[in-house]
């Protein structure tokens, strides 16, 4: 099983400031990494697929970049709405999820 | 738009089955994949099961392989997940969601299984 390492665990930002995490694979999955937002109660929302590819209406602010075990998404300028839960999912073996990374306000 | 709506979820004994259902609208139900992905409380997201579009293939995660069975009805645009001999660990939100280009692109709200005595 290809086991995903997100960091930090938490993240705690302002609105407008730029968020950077990320995301380790135990082996490479070559580009075949995707990114999931989930707020709370809410169903996870793909953001970002094939490392680097915005979902449909995804904004341009999300953007995700990273070949074989490292990977990185970042947040250009924090919305209010941005604050959430994000994983990362490879899809090179199976699927699996990272732990998440919780975007908090500072 | 597409809709995906989870039902069939509840409080159940261990040892005990279940059957979820995923109604699908908005789109060509019968030319996607489906999965089944689950939450435990509080935890992260774990991929459950998937079937193809036309029902030829199955796959399951270890943890549920012999217990769990994905099928749908491209007839009725359903999917169903039938879970016997459940355990407290299977104790989740149980979501189903759309595969696109090997990801699952839409998601429903989800459906709770609490298994407890």
């Known amino acids: 099983e290809i086991v995903l390492t997100q960091s930090p665990a938490t993240l705690s930002l302002s609105p407008g400031e730029r968020a950077t995490l990320s995301c380790r694979a135990s082996q490479s999955v070559s580009g075949y990494l995707a990114w999931y937002q989930q707020k709370p109660g809410q169903a996870p929302r793909l953001l970002i697929y094939?490392?680097?590819n915005r979902a449909t209406g995804i904004p341009a602010r999300f953007s995700g970049s990273g070949s074989g075990t490292d990977f990185t998404l970042t947040i250009s300028s924090l919305e209010p709405e941005d604050f959430a839960v994000y994983y990362c999912q490879q899809r090179s073996n199976w699927w699996t999820f990272g732990q998440g990374t919780k975007v908090e306000i500072k | 738009q597409v809709q995906l709506v989870e039902s069939g979820g509840g409080v159940v004994q261990p040892g005990r089955s279940l059957r979820l259902s995923c109604a699908a609208s908005g789109f060509t139900f019968s030319s996607y994949g489906m999965h089944w992905v689950r939450q435990a409380p509080g935890k992260g997201l774990e991929w459950v099961a998937l079937i193809w579009y036309d029902g030829s293939n199955r796959y399951y995660a270890d943890s549920v392989k012999g217990r769990f069975t994905i099928s749908r009805d491209n007839s009725k645009n359903t999917l169903y997940l039938q879970m016997i001999s459940l355990r407290a660990e299977d104790t989740a939100v149980y979501y189903c969601a759309r595969e696109r280009d090997y990801v699952q692109d839409y998601w429903g709200q989800g459906t709770l299984v609490t298994v407890s005595s």
């Open positions: 094939d490392a680097s």
